[in-house]
């Protein structure tokens, strides 16, 4: 079983949808839970950093973190075009450890 | 500021010659990375550097791959000889500690094609 399970999709919403994306994972010491956007032919980008439980929002972007399911989601709001990516939910056990990757869950927002 | 810098972005190389990456992390990051990531999979681990010391190379192969980060700054990942299956993306990424955690920047990457 992987460390960490991601739908790879591919996803397509119209423009203006509620977009939801999740992660579940198998080891409960991942405290540390991260959400990073890649376009196509460019390094992962930072979205949202979350430690523990509960929920962090961001402008349209909500993170949300349910430890007693192992379960993580990224809802966006008000999906554009630009939203178009592959996102990669990250998570690890403490300051210092191996990042567990998915294998990201590629989004299309048609206009 | 100024992100992380890879180079080259892309190469393409026959099998069994050598090739080499270069990084130079985010100003003030003591933390290195570098990750390997196929296509349709997400980044994996090859080894990670706290200054110039490898903290965590346990998923390097060894009897190809090399890396060094001799002065705590920029870092070299190098293949010898490369596969057909050394084929991906191969990225750089570094870290600081903000509130307890930790947030990992990524360089743009260096695709690498074994003919």
């Known amino acids: 079983q992987k460390e960490v399970e991601q739908d790879p999709g591919p996803l397509s919403v119209p423009e203006g949808a509620i977009v939801s994306l999740n992660c579940t994972y198998s080891?409960?010491?991942?405290?540390?839970f991260m959400w990073y956007r890649q376009y196509s032919r460019k390094g992962p980008e930072l979205l949202m950093y979350t430690y523990s439980s509960g929920n962090k929002e961001d402008g349209r972007f909500t993170a949300q973190v349910d430890k007693s399911s192992k379960y993580i989601s990224l809802f966006i709001r008000d999906s554009q075009p630009s939203d178009s990516a592959t996102y990669l939910c990250a998570m690890s056990a403490n300051t210092g450890n191996q990042f567990y990757f998915g294998t990201g869950t590629s989004l299309t927002v048609i206009p | 500021e100024a992100g992380v810098v890879q180079s080259p972005r892309y190469k393409i190389i026959e099998k069994k010659q050598p090739v080499a990456f270069w990084c130079n992390p985010i100003s003030g990051h003591n933390t290195l990375y570098w990750y390997l990531q196929n296509l349709g999979q997400g980044p994996e681990l090859l080894i990670r550097y706290e200054n110039e010391e490898a903290v965590d190379d346990s998923q390097l192969p060894k009897d190809r791959f090399s890396a060094e980060r001799l002065k705590g700054v920029d870092s070299t990942l190098k293949i010898q000889p490369a596969e057909l299956g050394d084929s991906a993306v191969y990225l750089c990424a570094s870290s600081s500690q903000t509130g307890g955690g930790e947030t990992q920047y990524f360089g743009p990457g260096t695709r690498l094609l074994v003919l």
């Open positions: 080891n409960s010491a991942f405290q540390y």
